[in-house]
């Protein structure tokens, strides 16, 4: 006969953040690379008098004016899109939060630029946690977003940035957090 095993429930929360690993981030990417590229080979064809692209005749414009402005704009297309990538191959705003209850610690971590601050982490005991406050915003910019209230400090973010997640999303994470922190809700 064998002994019934009990389970007990986690006692460690952890939410992983998506940063600027999105799909509208590689779609904006790919769509600045790929038109920044066809400015600057028809700004190269102009002065070149050589056709470099397959779907149009540049060479009909004359250098300049034409010509050097079709690439400039390429070549300014091509350093934004080279930022656009870098933001993304470091998932710049990635991270996770965690909410421990065995070590009695919160630690919300992200991902940002290299530097000295290449990793931002936020560390505080969960018992200054005072509430988990859900802002919600309606109009022309909405903004939903889950704050951690901690004493002594400024409210901590720890929704991503950007898209504005559902409001039953919102409430259900800004809910269980609440339940597992054994804090109060506010804001709903």
């Known amino acids: ?61 004359t250098f300049i004016p034409q010509g050097i402005a079709m690439g400039f704009y390429g070549i300014c297309g091509l350093l934004l899109a080279s930022y656009l990538w870098l933001v993304i191959i470091l998932d710049v705003g990635g991270g996770y939060n965690e909410f421990n209850q065995e070590t009695g610690f919160v630690r919300i971590f992200r991902w940002g630029f290299p530097g000295k601050n290449r ?29 951690l209230r901690v004493k002594g400090r400024r409210d901590i973010t720890l929704t991503r940035v950007g898209e504005p997640i559902s409001l039953s999303a919102l409430e259900n994470q800004g809910a269980e957090l609440a339940r597992f922190l054994e804090v109060p809700i506010e804001g709903l």
């Open 119 to 147: 990793q931002i982490e936020i560390t505080c005991r969960t018992q200054d946690v005072q509430a988990v406050r859900v802002e919600i915003k309606e109009g022309l910019n909405p903004r939903r977003a889950i704050y």
């Open 1 to 61: 006969m064998t002994a019934p095993t009990t389970t007990t429930p986690s006692r460690v929360l952890r939410q992983k953040v998506l940063g600027s690993r999105r799909l509208s981030n590689y779609w904006w990417a790919t769509v600045v690379s790929v038109g920044s590229t066809g400015f600057l080979l028809a700004g190269i064809s102009s002065y070149l008098k050589v056709n470099l692209l397959p779907f149009a005749d540049p060479t009909q414009l």
